[in-house]
């Protein structure tokens, strides 16, 4: 499966943004979709993930009530929208497919390329 993601930006603090990841390929609700962020010298960190037709989903501590991860099989697409940005959100985003919904970044199989959040203060 091949993941595309999309809708990073500079916003200000306190602001929202909405990433999406598309997917093509392979029949997308056969996996967990998750997405996960590195920030500059800082290793790669999961954000959030969801089952494959969305009934669980699973959050880091740091973004639970701010950030939520939703999909639409349909659409072959996974969102994750953030509200109440905070400048210790900037990073790179990357969305990834795998089995098991899991935090372990090592358990997903297909990456997409990373959309840039930069949240001023």
């Known amino acids: 499966v091949q993941l595309q993601a999309s809708g990073g930006g500079l916003v200000q603090a306190g602001e929202s943004l909405r990433l999406s990841c598309a997917a093509s390929g392979r029949t997308f609700s056969g996996y967990v979709m998750g997405w996960f962020r590195q920030a500059p010298g800082k290793e790669r960190e999961f954000v959030a993930a969801?089952?494959?037709?969305?009934?669980?989903?699973n959050y880091t501590d740091s973004v639970k009530g701010r950030f939520t991860i939703s999909r639409d099989n349909a659409k072959k697409t996974v969102y994750l929208q953030m509200n109440s940005l905070k400048p210790e959100d900037t990073a790179v985003y990357y969305c990834a497919a795998g089995p098991y919904l899991v935090a372990d970044l090592t358990r997903y199989q297909y990456w997409g390329q990373g959309t840039l959040v930069t949240v001023s203060s």
């Open positions: 969801i089952s494959r037709y969305g009934g669980n989903t």
